[in-house]
């Protein structure tokens, strides 16, 4: 099993910036990638983006292209999500997820953090 704690989150009005951490422990020799996706009130969790450990090869959605940038620190276990020119839209719970796979589908992730609360003001 893999125990991911996420942290960072807070008020910030529109325009400001934010950095998000995960920091991984346990069985984390199997995990492949690692991701970040967010749930709004009334909405469905969706994917925000991810990276592989390996590499640090990055992928995003298209609503947080240039945006937001993920990176990770291998011998921290821990990977970030620092997000810039926030919008209120970004407002959620954002959540990270550990995956043996290199697949960023819900489904394809075993492990969860218990998410940290990013809102942002107009």
């Known amino acids: 099993q893999v125990q991911l704690v996420e942290s960072g989150g807070g008020l910030v009005q529109a325009g400001g910036s934010l950095r998000l951490s995960c920091a991984a422990s346990?069985?984390?020799?199997?995990?492949?990638?690692m991701a970040w996706f967010r749930q709004a009130p009334g909405k469905e969790r969706e994917f925000v983006g991810g990276?592989?450990?390996?590499?640090?090869?990055?992928y995003y959605v298209d609503s947080v292209k240039g945006r937001f940038t993920i990176s990770r620190d291998n011998a921290k276990n821990t990977v970030y999500l620092q997000m810039n020119s926030l919008k209120p839209e970004d407002t959620a719970v954002y959540y990270c997820?550990?995956?043996?796979?290199?697949?960023?589908?819900?489904?394809?992730?075993?492990?969860w953090g218990q998410g940290t609360q990013v809102t942002v003001s107009s």
């Open positions: 990276i592989t450990w390996r590499g640090g090869s990055t």
């Open positions: 346990g069985r984390t020799f199997s995990s492949r990638v």
């Open positions: 997820a550990s995956s043996t796979s290199y697949s960023y589908t819900p489904g394809s992730f075993q492990s």
